[in-house]
C-alpha cells in the first residue's frame, strides 16, 4: 500500500509539472504572435475620394473567429446604385480580400490570421455614376501590417 501511495504522489508530482511546462509553453507561444490583436487599422475614407455625388454604404460590423474567414457583400442602395471603392476598419490580424465586383455590388472575405477573434467594417462608396475599373482601377486586398511584436522590447 505505501508503494502504491508512493507511486500515486509521484505520478501526480511529474503530471503537475509537465501540465506548469506546457503552460509556459503556450504563454510564450502567445507572447511570438507577430500581431497587436487589440489594435485597430483605420480607415482613410477613401471610399468616395474623387467619387461624384458619391455616398457610403456601411455595412455591419462582422466578427471572425480565430483562424476563420467570413464573407460580405451587399449592394448600392438604389439612390446611388454603382459602386466604386472602398474601405474599412479593421484589426491588424485581420485580411480584406475583393471575391467579387459588378457595377453594384462588392463583395469581400474578411480572413482571421491570428489566434484571436477579430472584427471589421467595410465602407463602400456608391454614385450616381458607373464606375470604369479599367480606367481607374480598384483595390483587391487590405491587410494588417504586423506590429512585429517578435522585436525586443
Known amino acids: 500500500m505505501y508503494v502504491r501511495r508512493r ?3 509521484m505520478v501526480s508530482r511529474v503530471l503537475f509539472s509537465l501540465a506548469l511546462l506546457l503552460g509556459a509553453v503556450f504563454a510564450n507561444a502567445q507572447d511570438t504572435s507577430p500581431f497587436d490583436t487589440l489594435r485597430m ?3 482613410t475614407s477613401n471610399q468616395c475620394r474623387g467619387v461624384p ?3 457610403t454604404e456601411k455595412h455591419p460590423w462582422v466578427n471572425v473567429g480565430p483562424e476563420q474567414s467570413v464573407v460580405v457583400g451587399g449592394n448600392c442602395p438604389d439612390v ?3 459602386v466604386w471603392h472602398w474601405d474599412a476598419r479593421y484589426q491588424e490580424h485581420l485580411s480584406i480580400t475583393v471575391l467579387g465586383r459588378t457595377q453594384n455590388n ?3 472575405r474578411v480572413e ?3 489566434e484571436e477573434a477579430g472584427r471589421a467594417r467595410i465602407w463602400v462608396g456608391c454614385s ?3 464606375f470604369d475599373p479599367y480606367v481607374r482601377g480598384y483595390e483587391t486586398y487590405s491587410a494588417g501590417v504586423p506590429s512585429l511584436n517578435l522585436l525586443p522590447q
Open 80 to 82: 446611388a446604385p454603382y
Open 112 to 114: 482571421n490570421r491570428g
Open 53 to 55: 455625388d458619391c455616398i
Open 7 to 9: 507511486h500515486d504522489t
Open 128 to 130: 450616381v455614376e458607373v
Open 106 to 108: 462588392l463583395s469581400f
Open 41 to 43: 487599422v483605420e480607415g
